[in-house]
């Protein structure tokens, strides 16, 4: 990638024409429409969304220091700072729209359902460990981060006709994505032309691992809470009842053991 693709808008635009979103986005399109449509968890999303794109384009900053490729610094450096224009764009959107909403006299209440985990952002970033990653490793992490989030963006652009403005941030947003998912792919075939394919299925392999995780940790979670509420709102009065009617058949006061029912009279000097 050359520093005129960077800046040429019908290069850029070429890029966009090839994003689509994946099959099962498209087929949830009605479901993401509806997450979308409460405006403030729209708003909170979005800022959400700038803290993430914040802090990928630190990381991504780190690699351009890290590495000793000319080249790839200085597609770094450029691609950190689209991640911080990104954050900018989110967070002044999401602060508009929550802006609105207070002006209005709108509750102040956080959405009930934030779809976080089936509406993300740019996912992956947050995960990145650039002190151990090799450079065709993050090329291919890189590559595949953007590409997610790309596929992701054009579904979302597509179901904010309700939110012109907001629609037009992931339409911005989205050409340096799919400059992003282009470069990346192209320096890694540079970097590694005989084994870029196997670095992208590892990269995939290890997407799918941290995925499971997420998904494992959140059944888990779930899982604990109901065991715990079965425990508490179940089992625990169970034996409270239990305990209340064993103690209801206890004589009140001291009992001499010899007058106790049932209770074999021996003498104290026997151990037994």
């Known amino acids: 990638m050359t520093t005129q693709a960077q800046s040429d808008p019908n290069v850029r635009d070429a890029h966009l024409r090839i994003v689509r979103a994946a099959g ?5 399109r009605p479901l993401h429409r509806w997450v979308w449509s409460d405006a403030r968890r729209r708003g909170e999303k979005l800022l959400k969304f700038a803290q993430t794109e914040a802090d990928g384009g630190r990381d991504i900053a780190r690699a351009s220091e890290r590495t000793h490729d000319p080249l790839l610094r200085r597609l770094y450096l450029r691609h ?43 996912r992956g970033l947050d995960d990145l ?10 090329l291919a992490f890189l590559h595949l981060s953007e590409k997610a989030a790309a596929r992701r963006f054009a579904v979302y652009q597509e179901v904010l006709g309700l939110d012109p403005i907001t629609r037009d941030v992931f339409t911005d947003v989205l050409k340096d994505e799919a400059f992003h998912m282009n470069y ?24 799918l691992w941290k995925g499971y995780l997420r998904v494992a940790s959140a059944i888990a979670n779930v899982m604990g809470g109901i065991v715990l509420a079965v425990q508490y709102f179940v089992i625990l009065p169970i034996f409270a009842l239990m305990a209340k009617r064993s103690a209801k058949k206890e004589l009140p006061g001291w009992i001499d053991s010899h007058e106790a029912e049932g209770a074999p009279v021996k003498s104290l000097r026997s151990q037994y």
């Open 24 to 28: 099962l986005d498209r087929l949830l």
């Open 80 to 122: 950190a700072m689209d991640e911080q224009r990104h954050a900018n764009l989110f967070r002044t959107r999401g602060r508009a729209i929550l802006g609105s909403l207070n002006a209005e006299g709108t509750p102040k209440e956080a959405a009930k359902f934030d779809a976080n985990w089936f509406s993300p952002g740019e």
């Open 129 to 138: 460990n650039v002190a151990g990653e090799t450079e065709s490793s993050l």
């Open 184 to 207: 990346t792919l192209a320096q890694l075939k540079r970097v590694e032309p005989k084994k870029h394919g196997v670095r992208l299925w590892w990269a995939r392999l290890t997407r």
